[in-house]
């Protein structure tokens, strides 16, 4: 089975504080995506990487950045943390076959953020 | 933006029964469709998925049906259990999108004993 593993549940962090959300996949998957899920809004896409060293904005890319320096993991950044970014954040892998691009999104189990 | 809606935000359904949820996309260009199940608690969970190219597919009590014509994306549970009860949701991509996918709200199923 895919195991998609995020570092924390739940966390509380403070205005202005730089946070940082750490995933990581155990499949070799050449794809990892980061989103938040907000009631009535659904999953929203902030950034995703194709590869090693690469990032691609999503649907909602301000108040964060991303780091990819191994395949196995992406992390998420908070800049700066805002009250508005408190949020369920969630992260997914994929892989790529030569033959057929999409292939399922496998999830983590989500990290609760709150910001005070 | 292209959008992905489900037809109704809730649905109660007694044990035993099957279900029925169904999903709406707007994208004629949608060629790959997901459908994943949220417990309490957990991150959404893939269940099943279908290509563009068919109509149907069955997994284990479950099956996925596809009506292109009228952009319509429907998930069947046959004989519905407890364990059942969560939030499902159906996710489609469009090759230009490649590897972005655009979710539903959700179907929140409660199962009644």
């Known amino acids: 089975d895919v195991k998609v593993t995020q570092s924390s549940r739940y966390l509380v962090k403070r205005t202005g504080e730089k946070v940082f959300l750490e995933c990581v996949q155990d499949m070799d998957h050449e794809n990892m995506f980061w989103y938040r899920q907000d009631p009535g809004l659904g999953l929203r896409l902030i950034y995703f990487s194709y590869d090693v060293k690469m990032k691609e904005k999503g649907d909602i890319p301000e108040g964060y950045s991303v780091s990819r320096e191994k395949k196995e993991r992406f992390s998420l950044i908070l800049e700066s943390a805002s009250t508005n970014q408190t949020s369920m954040y969630l992260c997914?892998?994929?892989?790529?076959?030569?033959?057929?691009?999409?292939?399922?999104?496998?999830f983590g189990d989500g990290t609760r953020l709150s910001i005070l | 933006g292209e959008s992905v809606g489900l037809h109704l935000p809730t649905l109660s359904v007694q044990e035993g029964d099957n279900s029925i949820i169904n999903c709406a996309y707007s994208n004629s260009a949608s060629d790959y469709f997901i459908w994943y199940k949220q417990e309490s608690g957990k991150g959404p969970q893939f269940i099943i998925d279908i290509r563009s190219n068919m109509d149907k597919r069955q997994g284990q009590r479950v099956t996925v049906l596809l009506n292109k014509t009228v952009k319509h994306l429907s998930l069947q549970i046959a004989a519905t259990q407890p364990g059942d009860s969560a939030v499902y949701f159906c996710a489609e991509t469009a090759r230009s999108n490649d590897y972005k996918l655009s979710f539903g709200a959700g179907t929140t199923v409660t199962v009644r004993a």
């Open positions: 997914a892998s994929s892989s790529t076959l030569p033959t057929d691009r999409n292939q399922p999104q496998h």
